[in-house]
């Protein structure tokens, strides 16, 4: 059995760019409430509790709940020892964030009405604003 953690460092402040992040990403079922229990890969209750859940059905068959918890400042992932090691080939954060990242600037673009500039160099990928 693995141990949930919680990122704090990590935030995501906008709950619709999150839920659009993780679509984008391939997890189109999230639950929304108040204290949702997050359940490990045997169907055990585990005593975490989340505002937004990905059910483990929708991750993988040996996954256990992925869960983001409502704080003053944002969304804070709550993810298993096994799920940050295997989801996305242990890319899972990094990936959420660059597509939230990415959401936002869509975001502001739109807010802004202007055109976004794509440029890539090398593994970095940069984002600007025309407006």
């Known amino acids: 059995m693995s141990k949930y953690l919680t990122f704090t460092d990590i935030v995501f402040k906008n709950e619709a760019l999150l839920v659009a992040a993780l679509a984008s990403l391939g997890y189109v079922e999230v639950e929304r409430g108040d204290q949702l229990p997050l359940y490990g890969y045997m169907g055990d209750e585990r005593a975490e509790r989340a505002q937004l859940v990905v059910r483990r059905q929708h991750i993988g068959p040996a996954s256990n ?4 918890a409502r704080t003053a400042e944002g969304y804070t992932p709550i993810i ?3 799920d940050q090691r295997t989801m996305m080939g242990g890319k899972f ?8 990242n990415e959401r936002v600037v869509e975001e502001m673009q739109r807010r802004l009405r202007g055109t976004i500039r794509r440029d890539q160099q090398g593994s970095t990928l940069k984002l600007k604003i025309r407006y």
């Open 65 to 68: 709940d992925l869960g983001f």
């Open 80 to 82: 298993s020892e096994y």
């Open 93 to 100: 954060i990094a990936r959420l964030r660059a597509s939230y």
